[in-house]
């Protein structure tokens, strides 16, 4: 089974910069074993929402609209960590920050909360 670790989650004020971590324990990348790890958020209220998203073998990102030039995923195979750099925070970007595995990135599979096999247990991020 794979474990996924958020890290890195706090309060902020607007225009600052946060960076999260996704540890993935049990789930280690080689040639031929990509995935995709996404970043998904939540807001009290409202849906799980797909921020960002990575294929951890060819290092394709993708993201949302909302966060695209202010947000980067990045991913770390020695330490089996994928990490979210989040500049220029907004009140809105505020919510509980999950991470998610899934096999595949591609076709928007990497903001679909229900194609997402293992989940992380979230960290939460406020901006005011």
């Known amino acids: 089974d794979v474990q996924l670790v958020e890290s890195g989650g706090g309060s902020v004020q607007v225009g600052g910069s946060l960076r999260l971590s996704c540890a993935h324990i049990?789930?280690?990348?080689?040639?031929?074993?990509?995935?995709?790890i996404s970043w998904f958020r939540q807001a009290p209220g409202k849906e799980r929402e797909g921020v960002a998203g990575i294929v951890t073998g060819g290092g394709t990102q993708y993201y949302a609209d909302s966060v695209d030039g202010r947000f980067t995923i990045s991913r770390d195979h020695a330490e089996n960590t994928v990490y979210l750099q989040m500049n220029d925070l907004r009140p809105d970007d505020t919510g509980t920050y999950y991470c998610?595995?899934?096999?595949?990135?591609?076709?928007?599979?990497?903001?679909?909360?229900?194609?997402?096999?293992?989940w992380g247990q979230g960290t939460q991020v406020t901006v005011s």
């Open positions: 049990g789930y280690t990348y080689t040639s031929g074993n990509s995935v995709c």
């Open positions: 998610a595995l899934g096999r595949q990135c591609r076709g928007g599979g990497w903001s679909s909360s229900s194609t997402r096999e293992y």
